[in-house]
């Protein structure tokens, strides 16, 4: 039984949704999310909840069932609220720039590297902070990820990308013996 998947999920006022043939469109002050979702996991819309129940009991959907709840849920809250993840950038000569669709980051190497901007996320740059925001948690996490694994933080002087909070544990590094 999936501890998430039992509960009902509160639809806050100002939201719309809707279901049609697997797919679950859900429309807030922010915009509109949709997903398709596999017949194996019942979705019944209330009024004011939404319920998930699976199907048959197999393996597969107990799994969908607690994921599904999770989706929904961080729909809801990306509709209302949005999401958002800040990035810091370290080191000597590294620097990051918003130019039109998409992030020029200069990273010690030969060349510029740019990145294009997936549609639904919004960049702000502040001198070593990027901050991405949108709606879809999915899309601004994966997009985050993406960017810091260009110049992943080493661990010796702490130098890349890395999120705000983050903490890199440092190593100590040759020592002379004398």
């Avoid at 107990?62 to 809250?77: D, F, P, Q, V």
């Amino acid at each position: 039984m999936s501890r998430l998947g039992k509960r009902d999920i509160v639809i806050p006022a100002g939201v719309d949704i809707s279901q049609n043939s697997g797919k679950l469109l859900v429309k807030g002050p922010k915009g509109e999310l949709s997903r398709e979702f596999l017949s194996e996991i019942i979705i019944t819309i209330n009024p004011s909840s939404i319920n998930l129940t699976p199907l048959t009991e197999t393996v597969s959907s107990r799994a969908l069932w607690g994921t599904y709840s999770s989706h929904i849920r961080n729909m809801i809250e990306g509709v209302i609220k949005g999401y958002e993840k800040k990035l810091l950038i370290e080191g000597t000569g590294y620097k990051w720039s918003v130019a039109g669709p998409e992030i020029i980051l200069a990273l010690g190497l030969s060349h510029p590297v740019k990145v294009p901007i997936p549609e639904g996320i919004k960049v702000v740059v502040e001198k070593t902070e990027l901050l991405l925001s949108g709606i879809d948690k999915e899309l601004v996490g994966n997009f985050a990820a993406q960017i810091r694994s260009l110049k992943k933080p080493e661990p010796y002087k702490g130098k890349g990308i890395r999120y705000i909070g983050e903490v890199i544990t440092r190593k100590q590094g040759k020592r002379s013996t004398t």
